[in-house]
Nanobody, 125 residues
């Protein structure tokens, strides 16, 4: 089992920045790929970004490219999401998710085995 705990959410003005963190514990060998997924009020969950174990392969949803950066520190079992130039439409609960060496697209939410409880990000206009 893997436990994921997000932190770093909060209220920020449009144009501001936040950095989310996700600390993993337990069988962290099952966190080969880590991702961030978000869910805005009244909307489906959507993929934000993902990163492989090496940190060399990263993936982003088109609307986040250039504004968000995912990174990881395997020594600390922690994944980060740096969010810059935030917009009101980025308001959502942000979830950290992890999976092992399973196949399937990293963009597919159903391929993630472990999920955190989420952290709220609110961007005011």
């Amino acid at each position: 089992q893997v436990q994921l705990v997000e932190s770093g959410g909060g209220l920020v003005q449009a144009g501001g920045s936040l950095r989310l963190s996700c600390a993993a514990s337990g069988r962290t060998s099952s966190t080969y790929t880590m991702g961030w997924i978000r869910q805005a009020p009244g909307k489906e969950r959507e993929f934000v970004a993902a990163i492989r174990w090496s940190g060399l392969s990263t993936y982003y949803a088109d609307s986040m490219k250039g504004r968000f950066t995912i990174s990881r520190d395997n020594a600390k079992n922690t994944v980060y999401l740096q969010m810059n130039s935030l917009k009101p439409e980025d308001t959502a609960v942000y979830y950290c998710a992890g999976r092992g060496l399973s196949g399937g697209s990293v963009y597919s939410l159903g391929t993630y085995d472990y999920w955190g409880q989420g952290t709220q990000v609110t961007v005011s206009s």
